[in-house]
């Protein structure tokens, strides 16, 4: 049974439709998850070992026939299936044994183990061994000739006879001739190695053609439906961008592909982690999160341009004030407020370029030398002119500014009262501004701490990568213990409790270190 009846009040009932890249899960969606959680902990062993490895979850309210229920959905397969009672299908099903999609994917495979074997073969790597070497000797051997040749001319008398000067032309064309004879024998074991390579590149192109012409075929065959059953495939939705791997397959589109293609009128959704915490990103077990921006944005945008959805708080315009802290004719140190962007943005919300632009109209330069995520409350320092941007970016890089946060996580923290994290951050390429961990293609990101309370800690960044405070208190391999109020890696409250509590730096003009302080109000 894929719709499942729920019982409600009418005061349960939202008037609109929430927001799905924004919202807390109301009575109804909990009440729906409640019951998924349920028949995933009661599930087949086969099911329940691969969903405890951790897989995204999603329940959509829906009316259909004039009854309320709910429709429930994964992202992805599961155990390889995409159609496991009790939840919705995919939007299209490729996964068919002997199916196109098979067939050219298997096509694709033997591509990459006609290139791995390549790359690994025993002839590739004897061939560039012996052209190593033989290159190797003709360098040594030149060199001893040359070395000869100078030893030889040193010995000679001062006045040149004849014969000393044929002597000198001969060994001038020998090492001519040597030159050539080596260098013909290194192309030789060089071919020998290009052919392979060549090879090797060809597959890489056909590989190449091959992925994207699959690809482009699958997003081809994903088609979705609007509340009106309009339809459109995922390469028009995405046009002229390239639909993101995996794009369609998450459990919002799903959801609302299976609620459309059968009359039913979505009423709210909600989307819950369950199982093991991945390495690279923040998910936790049974807690809630938002849709993400790379692959379901846009699908979404589309899907659901005709329902009356509530509106993204963080995408309304606002007016907030700054507190001005100092002032001089270089510099500006001023205290942002939560929710205040540091630069402008896609949103109408007030920022603090802008904000110092209007005070200090006669201001030049960048101005913005660091920021604070919108969330993040306290203190920015502000170059009114080129020449203090320039140093204060160079005591930045330096790692002279000496910055100190205060934030509230959680939950009581348990673990050391102090320590170092360091953990490398890159942007999550799919669902921005979300940031990963990655070992191999993260920026270096260390922070110390030093725990003041039970569950307040003071925050030392020696770098400065985005929401680096923010996964470094989240992640398990850092406190694993998110900043309460932290919507993208914990769980929303009434703001981020995190605040920029101290800040020092020498002052571009006088030379002087200067100290700033202003506490959090929680």
Not at 124 to 149: G, M, P, S
Not at 427 to 443: N, S
Request: proline content about 6%; overall charge positive; hydrophobic content about 35%.
């Amino acid at each position: 049974m894929i719709f499942h009846p729920l019982s409600a009040t009418t005061a349960d009932i939202p008037v609109r439709m929430n927001n799905p890249f924004y919202y807390e899960p109301d009575v109804l969606c909990r009440t729906a998850a409640n019951e998924v959680q349920c028949r995933i902990a009661e599930a087949t062993p086969d099911f329940k070992a691969e969903v405890d490895q951790g897989k995204m979850f999603g329940v959509l309210i829906v009316r259909w026939k004039g009854d309320l229920g709910y429709l429930a959905g994964y992202s992805g397969q599961i155990c390889g299936r995409s159609d496991w009672p009790d939840f919705v299908p995919a939007v299209f099903d490729y996964l068919q044994l002997n199916g196109y999609f098979k067939q050219h994917e298997a096509g694709i495979s033997a591509l990459n183990e006609r290139i791995n074997t390549l790359e690994n073969s025993a002839e590739l790597r004897k061939a560039r061994q012996e052209w190593h070497d033989i290159a190797h000797e003709a360098e040594k051997e030149i060199t001893a000739f040359k070395a000869a040749v100078k030893r030889e001319k040193e010995s000679r008398p001062k006045k040149l006879t004849p014969d000393m000067i044929r002597r000198s032309q001969f060994l001038k064309a020998e090492l001519h001739r040597m030159k050539q004879h080596l260098a013909l024998q290194i192309a030789d074991k060089k071919a020998i190695v290009d052919k392979i390579e060549a090879e090797i590149k060809a597959l890489k192109t056909q590989r190449h053609q091959q992925s994207d012409a699959l690809q482009n075929w699958l997003f081809s065959h994903f088609v979705m439906f609007d509340s009106h059953g309009n339809r459109q495939n995922l390469l028009r939705i995405f046009s002229p961008m390239t639909p993101p791997a995996g794009s369609g397959e998450c459990c919002e589109p799903k959801l609302l592909q299976y609620a459309f293609s059968h009359q039913m009128q979505p009423v709210s959704m909600a989307m819950f982690w369950w199982g093991a915490s991945p390495r690279d990103e923040i998910r936790h077990h049974l807690q809630f999160y938002p849709a993400c921006n790379g692959k379901c944005k846009p699908i979404l945008k589309w899907m659901l341009r005709d329902v009356d959805i509530e509106e993204n708080p963080l995408e309304r315009a606002s007016q907030q004030a700054l507190e001005w802290i100092y002032e001089d004719k270089d510099i500006a140190v001023v205290c942002k407020p939560a929710g205040m962007l540091s630069v402008p943005g896609k949103s109408q919300r007030e920022n603090v370029r802008s904000l110092v632009r209007q005070r200090h109209p006669e201001a030049t330069g960048p101005m913005i030398v660091h920021r604070l995520d919108m969330a993040t409350s306290g203190l920015l320092v502000v170059a009114l002119n080129l020449k203090s941007y320039i140093d204060l970016q160079r005591q930045f890089e330096e790692h002279s500014v000496q910055k100190r946060y205060v934030a509230l996580l959680s939950r009581p923290h348990h673990g050391a009262r102090s320590g170092q994290i360091s953990l490398p951050l890159r942007p999550d390429l799919h669902d921005r501004p979300r940031q990963i961990v990655d070992a191999v293609h993260g920026r270096k990101a260390v922070t110390n701490y030093q725990q003041t309370g039970e569950n307040r800690m003071n925050l030392y960044p020696l770098t400065g990568r985005t929401h680096q405070l923010r996964m470094h208190c989240a992640h398990a391999d850092g406190l694993n213990n998110p900043i309460k109020g932290d919507e993208l890696y914990g769980t929303r409250a009434e703001r981020l409790y995190l605040h920029a509590e101290e800040l020092s730096f020498v002052h571009p003009g006088t030379g002087k270190r200067m100290h700033f302080e202003r506490h959090a109000d929680f």
